[in-house]
């Protein structure tokens, strides 16, 4: 038995309630963009999760005679327009488009309905809804070690250097997540790439209270050539370390007056795949950090 996954890209309502569900069975996905131009594999049952398009509509209704079973999955109340006063319009305007105006086409098809929970079953028992139990979503997650670049706007330059070596971490190591501060261009520049987790700017009073909770492995403060950057200090130094992370400088004259290399940190060349390399055995080498950390708590105390 295999299943086609419509879905509006990953998403917390497949991953609690679907996949679980249909962890036995050969399973591929669709996003709700993008229709097939191919016909469905005879007997492939179809489940729409949340959403639904016309197109999609057409497609099932002329592949109707391949598919198996048809499915519409719902965690929230989709189809009671009633119940979405007090959404914000554009949410509410969504649901309608994708969800609620096809109910009776649902029912025509005589699709099944899927909900997460027994006040939704009660609701809409006449359509005899199967109620799905969510699980974990998070038994394949490794558990993940941060490195991170807190430089502000005038730093857009560094950022940007920074671009393709969090893209190669990243890709090499999947228990990497790396994180940032910036806006929206900063934002839509790594939006491309998997665990990263862009901050807003904040207050300085916030930033001290974010920089010493736990969790972060590896900071970065690279530091490109030019006359603004030559009045910078090492005040990165001290953010990384009551991160309680080992920092990765750039070998500038910046970071040489506080950073022994392989003692308190790193001192590297503006190489980029120098850094990657850093960043990956420093991230694979507990006892190494350590040893480090250790120094530049001796050295401040």
Not at 80 to 96: C, I, M, T, V
Not at 209 to 225: E, H, K, Y
Not at 243 to 272: C, K, T
């Amino acid at each position: 038995m295999s299943w086609l996954i419509v879905e509006q890209g990953r998403n917390p309502s497949s991953d609690y309630f679907i996949r679980p569900c249909l962890a036995e069975f050969e399973v591929r996905t669709s996003h709700l963009a993008s229709v097939p131009a191919e016909a469905p594999a005879a007997g492939m049952n179809l489940i729409f999760v949340r959403y639904l398009t016309p197109q999609w509509r057409q497609w099932v209704e002329k592949n109707c005679a391949s598919l198996g079973r048809l499915v519409f999955f719902m965690d929230d109340d989709l189809f009671d327009l009633s119940a979405h006063q007090g959404l914000p319009l554009r949410y509410r305007w969504k649901l309608y488009r994708l969800a609620t105006r096809h109910k009776a086409w649902l029912r025509r098809m005589d699709a099944e309905l899927w909900v997460s929970t027994q006040w939704l079953a009660d609701k809409y028992a006449d359509w005899q809804p199967c109620v799905m139990e969510p699980q974990s979503p998070y038994t394949d997650c490794l558990p993940q070690k941060t490195f991170f670049y807190h430089g502000s706007a005038s730093h857009m330059q560094e950022i940007r250097w920074l671009l393709p070596v969090v893209e190669e971490v990243l890709q090499r190591d999947s228990s990497f997540s790396f994180e940032l501060i910036g806006n929206a261009e900063i934002r839509k520049l790594f939006s491309h790439l998997p665990r990263v987790h862009v901050l807003q700017p904040m207050s300085w009073t916030a930033y001290k209270a974010l920089v010493s909770r736990p969790g972060r492995t590896v900071g970065l403060a690279p530091l490109l050539s030019g006359s603004f950057n030559q009045a910078r200090s090492a005040t990165k130094f001290h953010d990384i370390t009551q991160a309680g992370a080992v920092g990765i400088y750039a070998d500038h004259p910046v970071y040489r007056s506080i950073v022994q290399h392989e003692q308190n940190g790193l001192l590297l060349p503006m190489e980029p795949s120098a850094w990657v390399e850093a960043i990956l055995d420093l991230g694979d080498n507990a006892g190494r950090r350590q040893s480090m950390l250790t120094h530049v708590r001796k050295g401040m105390s």
